[in-house]
């Protein structure tokens, strides 16, 4: 069976300091990966989304970069922290051809 | 702009009451799902309408369709305390490349 998981499961971090974020995928090849923010209370904004490796999609301009050095491995950066990016990330995926998308674990980013 | 809405933003009813929680999109789609989130835990998906279905039903759950007015209702009957938590439609956009989500609506169900 498919699992998903992200690490770390929290995190508070210092304005401008770096953030990476990491999701990975077990049991199934060539997955979309999607990557969302979710604001407290909020529905989700999706940040990026892969249809596979070294393939990204960003949505909305900001502070934050992904990248997919490996099919089921994607990554969450950013060179420097803001205090807008705290928030619940969550990481998803979606088998190709599939409609429902399978979500991870989350973390939960607190910059001070 | 969202292209799902949910109503109410918040819902609150006794355990073995039925709830009822609307979405609304504004373009076309071939499909509508529902997801459930737990207090601070990931998205779960509960049951995926295609646009050519009216009603679906999936145990306690029953989700309905009405292309014409761009609506969708999910209902839970008989409820209970583990149903408390928030749920959210979506919509794929750019041939279900994508998922648009709604704002939610946090259930509570009081025993």
């Known amino acids: 069976s498919q699992t998903i998981h992200q690490w770390p499961a929290t995190l508070v971090q210092p304005v401008g300091s770096p953030l990476s974020l990491e999701c990975t995928v077990e049991g199934t090849s060539n997955p979309n990966l999607y990557w969302y923010r979710q604001a407290a209370g909020r529905g989700l904004q999706l940040l990026f989304y892969s249809v596979g490796i070294g393939q990204i999609s960003s949505e909305v301009p900001q502070n934050l970069s992904a990248s997919r050095p490996q099919d089921r491995q994607f990554i969450l950066s950013s060179k420097k922290l803001l205090l807008s990016d705290s928030g619940f990330y969550l990481c998803?995926?979606?088998?190709?051809?599939?409609?429902?998308?399978?979500f991870g674990p989350g973390t939960r980013l607190l910059v001070l | 702009s969202q292209q799902g809405e949910e109503d109410p933003q918040a819902l609150s009813i006794q355990e073995g009451e039925n709830a009822t929680m609307n979405c609304s999109y504004k373009?076309?789609?071939?499909?509508l799902q529902w997801y459930r989130q737990n207090s601070g835990r990931g998205l779960v998906h509960l049951i995926l309408?295609?646009?050519?279905?009216r009603e679906k039903h999936s145990g306690r759950l029953r989700v309905t369709l009405d292309t014409s007015k761009k609506s969708s209702s999910l209902l839970i009957t008989a409820s209970r305390a583990a149903d408390t938590a928030s749920y959210f439609c979506a919509t794929p956009i750019q041939g279900a490349q994508k998922l648009v989500f709604g704002q939610g609506t946090r259930l509570t169900i009081n025993p």
């Open positions: 373009t076309s789609i071939n499909n």
């Open positions: 309408i295609r646009s050519n279905e």
């Open positions: 998803a995926w979606r088998g190709t051809g599939r409609e429902t998308q399978y």
